[in-house]
Structures are given as structure tokens and as C-alpha cells.
């Protein structure tokens, strides 16, 4: 009976699904490290203000604010909702755009969002907000990526494999959340 070579299988599997998970590993660590700087800035959208300067808004009703607004802005279409803050600031809602103006002095913002092209894309597969399928081929990602871990354990022998160096940076990868697990909980 022919013996089973595990170290070659070993190898074969973790270069062949190593060479697999490649590109979702590029998306999920760019989106990974854009997510973890969410307080210092937006991940996902860039917004971009413009101020401007209008005439003074003298219309007392409200569609007729809107409609001086807008034809002073060269705007053609009517906003979603309106918002009046205080007596003398409107503001006006698109789906990617909101226009603020002080009625009595006719200055004014334009803050339009804008998704960033490929982070929008990465931040939702690895945030998951597609959900149905791609929840099962993120988990099997997930199951790719600890065999990855478990099988890079056996690649090399000796004292550059687990049996020398190999066991002390795993013990380390281990230990470093742990400890901030305990320093920050």
C-alpha cells in the first residue's frame, strides 16, 4: 500500500487555494484598512462643498423660495425635501445632494456626495451589505483563508517551519490580541 504524502498534498492544496483567495484578499485588506480609519474620514463617499453667492431671497412662501433658489442656481429639477432650520436658512435635499442658502444674504453651499470609484465597491462585499449569496462565498473565503493559516504551519521543515522558528510567530500572532484584548477590555 503506497503511502499518502501530506506534506506534497499539503503544499499543493495551500498554494493552489493561497493562489485563489489572492484576489479577495487584496479587496478585503484595502477595505479592511479604509473601515478602520472610519472617525478620521468617509471610506465609502467624498464630499465635495462648493460655495456659491445668489441674490437675496425676498419670497415669502415656500415653493416660491425653492423655485427663485433654484432658478438662480440653474437647477432644473424640484428637490426631494426641503428643510427650514431657522427663519432665515433653507436648506434643499437631493438623493447626492444637499443646497443650503441664507435667504437674507443669498450665500450658500453645494455639498455633493460622491461614491470613491473601487472603496464603495470593497467596503460593501466586505461589509457584507449584499447579504443572499455572497454570504455563503464570504464564509467560504473565511473557511479558505484558516486553512490557509493551519496548512502555511506545515509548508516548510525544520528551524524556518513550526518546529524552529515558525512556532515562536505563531505564539506571537497569537498573544498580541489577546494581550490588547486585555489591555483594552
Known sequence: MA??????????????????????????????????????????????????????????????????????????????????????????????????????TGSGFKEETKEKPLLYEFNYLHLNHAKKLWTYFADLYAVALLFLAISGIFVLKGRKGFAGRGKWLVGLGIVIPIAFLIAYL
Request: zero cysteines; aromatic letters at 10%; charged letters at 20%.
Open 3 to 104: 503511502r499518502i504524502k501530506w506534506r506534497k498534498w499539503n503544499n499543493i492544496l495551500h498554494r493552489d487555494i493561497g493562489y485563489l483567495a489572492v484576489g479577495l484578499t487584496i479587496i478585503y485588506a484595502i477595505s479592511g484598512i479604509a473601515v478602520n480609519h472610519v472617525d478620521q474620514w468617509n471610506p465609502n463617499y467624498s464630499i465635495v462643498r462648493e460655495s456659491f453667492r445668489i441674490r437675496p431671497v425676498t419670497a415669502t412662501d415656500k415653493q416660491q423660495i425653492v423655485d427663485q433658489i433654484l432658478t438662480d442656481l440653474k437647477i432644473p429639477t424640484q428637490p426631494e425635501s426641503t428643510f427650514r432650520p431657522t427663519a432665515d436658512r433653507i436648506q434643499l435635499f437631493y438623493t447626492n445632494l444637499k443646497i443650503e442658502v441664507n435667504l437674507q
